[in-house]
């Protein structure tokens, strides 16, 4: 069973950046594709960006040219730069990868709050 541990959210002031990991680990069939969620207080979980195995990429148009997904497969991590933080991307953000034979698997979640 595959474990996702993500680090790299926290405070940040408008404007400032972030860069989430998501690193996977235990006994998993091969991952395909890997991305990031996010969910508001009291909104659903929205995909955020979305990376397949041969490097496409994938973006919710709120984020179009200020986030960036990348992933280090040797490393099986998936990352989110995130720059140009607004306030209304704070959330908690849920690392999302798909197996092979179609399942899938998320994180804990990791807290971005975007504040003064």
């Known amino acids: 069973q595959v474990q996702l541990v993500e680090s790299g959210g926290g405070l940040v002031q408008p404007g400032g950046s972030l860069r989430l990991s998501c690193a996977a680990s235990?006994?998993?069939?091969?991952?395909?594709?890997m991305g990031w969620y996010r969910q508001a207080p009291g909104k659903q979980r929205d995909l955020v960006a979305l990376i397949t195995s041969g490097g496409s990429t994938s973006y919710t148009d709120s984020v179009k040219g200020r986030f960036t997904i990348s992933r280090d497969n040797a490393k099986n991590t998936v990352y989110l730069q995130m720059n140009s933080l607004k306030p209304e991307d704070t959330a908690v953000y849920y690392c999302y990868v798909l197996n092979v034979l179609r399942k899938n698997s998320w994180g804990q979640g990791t807290q971005v709050t975007v504040s003064e």
């Open positions: 235990g006994s998993f069939f091969r991952i395909t594709d």
